[in-house]
């Protein structure tokens, strides 16, 4: 299974973005998805997740993105996405879709065995 994310782009202080991550080769199964992001000379952080149920279960966010990003998936589609709204400078990272190793939302890389390549997301002050 190969994930591609895509849908990053530079964008002003305020504006939106949907990123989108498919599968290839394989499916997303019952693991649970997230989307996390890394800055330069920062670790990668945690950013979305959601569980395999998706909205009717378990969607966890870190405190700085709430309110603002909402996260979904489409499981007959093997798709996430994670839609980007009033975004700020601080937002700027490159920003990676994984599948976690179970059906749970968990917060930390280390859980996520499989990732995408990252999609850049600039956004101008």
């Known amino acids: 299974v190969q994930l591609q994310a895509s849908g990053g782009g530079l964008v002003q202080t305020g504006g939106s973005l949907r990123l989108s991550c498919a599968a290839s080769?394989?499916?997303?199964?019952?693991?649970?998805m997230g989307w996390f992001r890394q800055a330069p000379g920062n670790d990668r952080e945690f950013v979305a997740a959601?569980?395999?149920?998706?909205?009717?279960?378990?969607?966890k966010y870190r405190d700085s993105v709430k309110g603002r990003f909402t996260i979904s998936r489409d499981n007959a589609k093997n798709t996430v996405a994670l839609q980007m709204n009033s975004l700020k400078p601080e937002d700027t990272a490159a920003y990676y879709c994984?599948?976690?190793?179970?059906?749970?939302?968990?917060?930390?890389?280390?859980?996520?065995?499989?990732w995408g390549q990252g999609t850049q997301v600039t956004v101008s002050s």
């Open positions: 994984a599948r976690s190793r179970g059906i749970y939302v968990q917060l930390r890389v280390a859980e996520y065995p499989l």
């Open positions: 080769g394989g499916n997303f199964g019952m693991n649970a």
């Open positions: 959601i569980s395999w149920r998706g909205p009717g279960d378990t969607i």
